[in-house]
Nanobody, 122 residues
């Protein structure tokens, strides 16, 4: 069974940092691109970042560029999102998602985790 389990969310003050993790199982993790997508309270889904299967290529939404870093450890079957300089508008449920392909160009996200809540507030 393909499974994605996010962790690392919580309450953080503005300007703070958090690192999210996504543990993958049930598929060959190193063969697929991965993404992070978020949903703020009362709003729609917003794509945040993507990384290709080998980890050598990444992409970011303008809203997080320069503050967030996506990475992966294919030996540990784990995806990460390092979030720095957090703002209240970053408050959302963060989901990791598996792409159908090794590159993220098409953005066909076919499997999603259950999400982890990040709250940025003083």
């Amino acid at each position: 069974e393909v499974q994605l389990v996010e962790s690392g969310g919580g309450l953080v003050q503005p300007g703070g940092s958090l690192r999210l993790s996504c543990a993958a199982s049930g598929f060959t993790f190193s063969s697929y691109a991965m993404s992070w997508v978020r949903q703020a309270p009362g709003k729609g889904l917003e794509w945040v970042s993507a990384i290709n299967s080998g980890g050598g290529s990444t992409s970011y939404a303008d809203s997080v560029k320069g503050r967030f870093t996506i990475s992966r450890d294919n030996a540990k079957n784990t995806l990460y999102l390092q979030m720095n300089s957090l703002k209240p508008e970053d408050t959302a449920v963060y989901y990791c998602a598996k792409d159908r392909y090794s590159d993220y160009d098409v953005g066909y996200l076919e499997v999603w985790g259950q999400g982890t809540l990040v709250t940025v507030s003083s």
